[in-house]
């Protein structure tokens, strides 16, 4: 079987800083990986622990944030064989529906059976790159999975969890997963395994290498920028009885309103 596990590189949130007109600088916040594709890693890697023979190539789409040695050595070691880049100077911001389409051609390039990703990224969180891959592929595609259940060569069973019940599917291969966080809690990579990252093939591609066609123009990015902070009230209703609770109560409804 092989697994592709798709990650992005997004900012730091806590070294984010905001303008005075509300927009976001993130020259100051260091890249790291999507936490939501981390979960995507770990399921890859407990699957490939179901089927003999499996093997598991990392792949993300970007600019040369992805040529950094230490990011690269991040992701390979957290179980991934190899990794596979597509760097591209315009390929910096993409948004959902082109970092897809590109992803769609490396996938096609590599050869796959499954394909996990996290159900969004830190900065947009979106929710789409998965659900639109499965779609540009034609294969089967699941999203919000919060479980595998079990993996064998061209079938798989998982679990997602919805708002009344819970799902039971199975999928036949190839397909395109896209996990939930609930899935696992990401493992911390020992010495060990860092060290080791750095003997793993990394093969970085460029858009003429994928043969990709120009993006359709079905979206443009208007503006990405912070809601506005407004003051603490500094309301205090002491006491629990009916007449605290109806005046907390009206303040919630003003505050809402």
Request: hydrophobic share 45%; aromatic share 2%.
């Amino acid at each position: 079987m092989k697994i592709i596990t798709c990650y992005k590189l997004v900012p730091e949130e806590q070294d984010i800083a905001v303008t005075a007109d509300g927009s976001l600088d993130t020259n100051k916040a260091a890249p790291k990986i999507n936490p939501f594709d981390l979960c995507a890693v770990e399921a890859g890697v407990a699957i490939k622990g179901l089927v003999d023979g499996a093997s598991i190539t990392a792949m993300s789409v970007g600019g040369k944030a992805l040529e950094n040695p230490k990011a690269r050595k991040d992701i390979l070691s957290r179980g991934p064989d190899d990794l596979t880049v597509i760097v591209d100077e315009k390929f910096e911001q993409l948004l959902p529906h082109q970092t897809a389409r590109v992803l769609m051609a490396a996938a096609q390039k590599n050869g796959f059976d499954l394909i996990l990703c996290g159900d969004g990224s830190g900065d947009l969180y979106a929710q789409q790159v998965g659900v639109q891959l499965g779609e540009l592929l034609g294969v089967a595609n699941i999203n919000a999975v919060s479980k595998i259940i079990s993996a064998e060569p061209g079938k798989l069973t998982v679990e997602r969890s919805l708002d009344d019940e819970v799902e039971v599917l199975e999928v036949t291969l190839p397909a395109v997963i896209s996990v939930s966080a609930d899935i696992n809690e990401p493992t911390i990579p020992s010495m060990k395994t860092i060290l080791a990252a750095a003997k793993k093939p990394v093969t970085s591609l460029s858009a003429s290498d994928i043969e990709l066609s120009e993006f359709p123009a079905l979206v443009e990015l208007v503006s990405v920028i912070a809601p506005e902070q407004k003051a603490r009230q500094k309301i205090i209703i002491e006491g629990d009885d009916e007449q605290q609770i109806a005046q907390f109560a009206e303040h919630l409804r003003k505050a809402l309103n």
